[in-house]
């Protein structure tokens, strides 16, 4: 149940309304922004609410068990605020939005309905839609440590304690031939060795990709220079001559954490516990299954 001010309570009860819907979005980079279904700009709490984003909203759907509630958002590609590219970049993945109902000739007047975030993104040629999650959608992600044979801290992090600022660990590019889309060879990088970068990042500094990131999948030596291949394509073509930092990458393994971070003191994964080759098992006469130490 929403509590209602007296006033929004009184202009609801005149019959003849003058709401309309806004949303705030805080994207993870700290940029709010402010939308609303009205054909003019709202502004309160020191945001402007503008109405060239195209935005409209469908009904808020709310249960009274723990499922995820949601509302979608509708909008036009050609918004300059609400772009594909930054769709594509992920830049408003998992955003935290505020919806509003307002009343839009006095935005005093106004109730918040739901706090959530952005889910699941449908692009198509000409516009998107945005599912706005509600809360419960935290209950569902798993909270604490997973008990696995690998490391599950990400390399860098405070629990892995690596300087990936370490010039041994970091390398400074420049794109030399392009081979695919989200493959190429560069210069600058000839003192790191084999796989050195596979599972690392590539931060582009220059060109069409400037402050992005992007998972390496694959490290290769080809005539001296490196060869790198990206996870997934760049949103924006990769060209000769675009500069990018690359970080070294760890596949999580123990053995990995020590020979090439000397960094076993934090590794953060249980490297006996057995595994399914353990549950597989069975009994022979050359032993495996007599109780002792796997």
């Given at each position: 149940?929403?509590?209602?001010?007296?006033?929004?309570?009184?202009?609801?009860?005149?019959?003849?309304?003058?709401?309309?819907?806004?949303w705030?979005?805080?994207?993870?980079?700290?940029?709010?922004?402010?939308?609303?279904?009205?054909?003019?700009?709202?502004?309160?709490?020191?945001?402007?609410?503008?109405?060239?984003?195209?935005?409209?909203?469908?009904?808020?759907?709310?249960?009274?068990?723990?499922?995820?509630?949601?509302?979608?958002?509708?909008?036009?590609?050609?918004?300059?605020?609400?772009?594909?590219?930054?769709?594509?970049?992920?830049?408003?993945?998992?955003?935290?939005?505020?919806v509003?109902?307002?009343?839009?000739?006095?935005?005093?007047?106004?109730?918040?309905?739901?706090?959530?975030?952005?889910?699941?993104?449908?692009?198509?040629?000409?516009?998107?839609?945005?599912?706005?999650?509600?809360?419960?959608?935290?209950?569902?992600?798993?909270v604490?440590?997973?008990?696995?044979?690998?490391?599950?801290?990400?390399?860098g992090?405070?629990?892995?304690g690596?300087?990936?600022?370490?010039?041994?660990?970091?390398?400074?590019?420049?794109?030399?031939?392009?081979?695919?889309?989200?493959?190429?060879?560069?210069?600058?990088?000839?003192?790191?060795?084999?796989?050195?970068?596979?599972?690392?990042?590539?931060?582009?500094?220059?060109?069409?990709?400037?402050?992005?990131?992007?998972?390496?999948?694959?490290?290769?030596?080809?005539?001296?220079?490196?060869?790198l291949?990206?996870?997934?394509?760049?949103?924006?073509?990769?060209?000769?001559?675009?500069?990018?930092?690359?970080?070294?990458?760890?596949?999580?393994?123990?053995?990995?954490?020590?020979?090439?971070?000397?960094?076993?003191?934090?590794f953060?994964?249980?490297?006996?516990?057995?595994?399914?080759?353990?549950?597989?098992?069975?009994?022979?006469?050359?032993?495996?299954?007599?109780?002792?130490?796997l």
């Open positions: 149940m929403k509590t209602l001010t007296p006033d929004l309570q009184a202009h609801l009860d005149e019959g003849t309304t003058t709401l309309a819907w806004c705030r979005i805080r994207r993870a980079d700290g940029i709010t922004f402010g939308f609303t279904d009205h054909d003019r700009t709202l502004s309160f709490d020191g945001t402007d609410f503008e109405p060239e984003s195209g935005l409209t909203a469908s009904e808020v759907r709310s249960g009274s068990d723990l499922s995820v509630d949601a509302q979608d958002a509708e909008g036009v590609l050609t918004s300059d605020r609400i772009t594909e590219t930054d769709i594509l970049d992920g830049r408003w993945d998992n955003a935290e939005v505020e509003w109902r307002v009343n839009w000739a006095k935005t005093g007047q106004r109730v918040l309905m739901r706090r959530g975030a952005i889910g699941q993104i449908r692009r198509g040629r000409l516009a998107f839609v945005a599912e706005v999650r509600s809360l419960a959608h935290v209950l569902g992600q798993t604490g440590r997973t008990f696995q044979g690998t490391c599950d801290a990400a390399l992090d405070a629990r892995c690596v300087d990936l600022g370490n010039p041994v660990f970091r390398g400074i590019g420049t794109v030399t031939n392009l081979q695919r889309d989200r493959a190429f060879t560069a210069s600058g990088l000839g003192a790191f060795t084999f796989g050195w970068f596979t599972f690392g990042t590539v931060e582009w500094t220059g060109g069409a990709n400037a402050g992005r990131r992007a998972e390496v999948i694959a490290h290769d030596v080809i005539d001296g220079d490196a060869g291949t990206l996870l997934e394509a760049p949103v924006r073509p990769i060209a000769e001559g675009d500069a990018f930092i690359v970080r070294a990458g760890c596949d999580k393994r123990i053995e990995t954490c020590g020979a090439k971070f000397a960094n076993t003191t934090n953060r994964g249980f490297p006996h516990i057995p595994g399914q080759d353990a549950i597989l098992r069975y009994a022979n006469k050359d032993g495996g299954h007599e109780g002792g130490v």
